[in-house]
C-alpha cells in the first residue's frame, strides 16, 4: 500500500474518492450481486473508509467490513460508529462463521504483487465462505490498461466533493517485471481554491494489473466455479468484474 492510506492523506482518499465514485450506484451494483444468493452474511475485504458500509448492514442481516490500514478505519468508525469493522489481511482470514457473501472491492486486487499472495487470498476467501457461497471482486485488466498507459501515461482526474475541488495528476510507468504486469504509479494531489493549487500529498506505489487468463488460473486453483466475468467502466479505466461459487 502507498502514502494515500496512512494517516495522512486517509482523508484524502475518503474526500476525493466520494468524487470519483457515486457510492450509491457502487452499492446498489454490489447490491445486485448478492441478491442472487441466500445473502445474510457479508464480508467486504478493502472496505477503506466504509462508504458502502451504512447502506450494507442496513439491508443484510451481518456486515462487515475489513482493511489492511489501521488509518482508513478509523475515519470509516468516525463516519459509521455501528459499524462492523475490522483490521485485517485478506490473504489471511480468520472468521468462525462463514460468509454467503465475500467482496473485494476499489480494485484492491491490485495490491497482490504475486501469484502466492493471489492465491493465499483466493484460498483464504474460499474457506471463508459458506458453500455454494457468492465471491465478487474487480481487477483491472491489463489487456487494456497496459496499452492505454503506453499512449497515455500521464493523467489528471478530477473531484469535487461537499463544495471542495481536489485534483489527482497521475504518472504510470510499467515496471520491467519479467514475470507480472506490474505498474509504478507516481500521484499528486491536490486541492483547488481559485487561483491557488495547493498540494496535499505526494503517493508513490506499485500495483499489478491482470490479464483473464491468469485471474481464471488462480480461481480454478482455489476451488472457484465462475459463474460470469463482467467488463464494467470507471471514472479512470475499465476493469473485470468476477462473480465465482464456492464449490
Not at 6 to 21: H, P, S, T
Not at 76 to 95: E, Y
Not at 156 to 182: A, C, D, G
Not at 221 to 239: Q, V, W
Request: hydrophobic residues 35%; neutral net charge.
Amino acid at each position: 500500500m502507498g502514502e494515500l492510506y496512512n494517516e495522512n492523506l486517509a482523508w484524502v482518499y475518503d474526500e476525493i474518492y466520494q468524487g470519483f465514485i457515486d457510492y450509491k450506484a457502487e452499492y446498489k451494483f454490489y447490491k445486485n450481486l448478492c441478491n442472487g444468493s441466500n445473502s445474510n452474511r457479508i464480508l467486504e475485504i478493502a472496505c477503506g473508509t466504509g462508504n458502502l458500509a451504512k447502506s450494507f448492514t442496513s439491508d443484510f442481516n451481518l456486515y462487515v467490513g475489513l482493511d489492511l490500514s489501521e488509518s482508513m478505519l478509523n475515519i470509516a468508525k468516525k463516519k459509521f460508529p455501528a459499524g462492523n469493522f475490522i483490521q485485517g489481511d485478506m490473504r489471511h482470514l480468520n472468521f468462525v462463521k462463514q460468509f454467503d457473501n465475500i467482496l473485494i472491492t476499489g480494485r484492491s486486487t491490485s495490491y497482490l504483487l504475486n501469484n502466492k499472495d493471489l492465491r493465499q487470498t483466493f484460498k483464504s476467501a474460499h474457506t471463508a465462505l459458506e458453500d455454494k457461497g457468492l465471491f465478487i471482486f474487480d481487477c483491472i485488466n491489463a489487456d487494456l490498461f497496459i496499452p492505454y498507459i503506453l499512449k497515455n501515461n500521464h493523467a489528471v482526474h478530477k473531484s469535487t466533493y461537499n463544495e471542495k475541488k481536489f485534483e489527482r495528476e497521475s504518472i504510470w510507468v510499467e515496471n520491467q517485471n519479467p514475470t507480472f504486469h506490474l505498474i509504478d504509479w507516481k500521484s499528486t494531489y491536490y486541492q483547488l481554491n481559485n487561483p491557488e493549487k495547493m498540494v496535499l500529498g505526494n503517493d508513490s506505489t506499485l500495483f499489478r494489473v491482470f490479464t483473464i487468463k491468469e485471474i481464471t488460473a488462480a480461481l480454478q486453483h482455489s476451488g472457484f466455479k465462475i459463474l460470469e466475468i463482467m467488463d464494467r467502466e470507471t471514472y479512470a479505466f475499465d476493469t473485470n468484474v468476477y462473480v465465482c461459487q464456492k464449490k
